[in-house]
T-cell receptor, first 112, second 115 residues
């Protein structure tokens, strides 16, 4: 069945370090792919999305490219800030209802 | 534009008691979702409404959970009776349901503790 796998956390980085959070998916058909972020005490917010192969989603300095050949959608940021500390979720939509399939989340802590 | 509103933010109950959560989606959004998020896990879809009809409730524990969206706008999720393992954050989300978008917008959630 459809699934999303993302790297386990927690990830701890120093401010201005480079961030990569890996995400791979399995799906029948051609899903859209999403990264959501959950800041402490808040709900999930859409960070970026890509709807077809080779699309690059970007927002707030974060980027992810939809790679059909490797079924991946890795999240990257060149220089993280303390305010980026949050839990990041990769998700795909699939099936007739376009239901979101979620990864388990990766916790990121950025130290000053 | 107002976001998805949920209440209450926090709820503490004892096992076997009942509890209800309320959600008001973004105005005009036809699709509404209830998720359960257990600590350290991704959200699990409990039920999806399209207007006031149920699209998917395959993972809703129907012996104790119920949800309704009578007028196709706001929605309530009820648990009766609650069990310890129901302790989680209950998230409501909505989307416009337009083909090709399906971006879901989430409320802040209700954190339920069952003692």
């Amino acid at each position: 069945g459809d699934s999303v796998t993302q790297m386990e956390g927690p990830v701890t980085l120093s401010e201005e370090a480079f961030l990569t959070i890996n995400c791979t998916y399995t799906a029948t058909g051609y899903p859209s792919l999403f990264w959501y972020v959950q800041y402490p005490g808040e709900g999930l917010q859409l960070l970026l999305k890509a709807t077809k192969a080779d699309d690059k989603g970007s927002n707030k300095g974060f980027e992810a490219t939809y790679r059909k050949e490797t079924t991946s959608f890795h999240l990257e940021k060149g220089s993280v800030q303390v305010s980026d500390s949050a839990v990041y979720f990769c998700a795909s939509n699939a099936g007739n209802n376009r239901k979101l399939i979620w990864g388990l989340g990766t916790s990121l802590a950025v130290n000053p | 534009e107002a976001g998805v509103a949920q209440s209450p933010r926090y709820k503490i109950i004892e096992k076997r008691q009942s509890v209800a959560f309320w959600c008001n989606p973004i105005s005009g959004h036809a699709t509404l979702y209830w998720y359960q998020q257990i600590l350290g896990q991704g959200p699990k879809l409990l039920i999806q409404f399209q207007n006031n009809g149920v699209v998917d409730d395959s993972q809703l524990p129907k012996d104790r959970f119920s949800a309704e969206r009578l007028k196709g706008v706001d929605s309530t999720l009820k648990i009766q009776p609650a069990k310890l393992e129901d302790s989680a954050v209950y998230l409501c989300a909505s989307s416009s349901g337009l083909a090709g978008t399906h971006i879901q917008y989430f409320g802040a959630g209700t954190r339920l503790s069952v003692l």
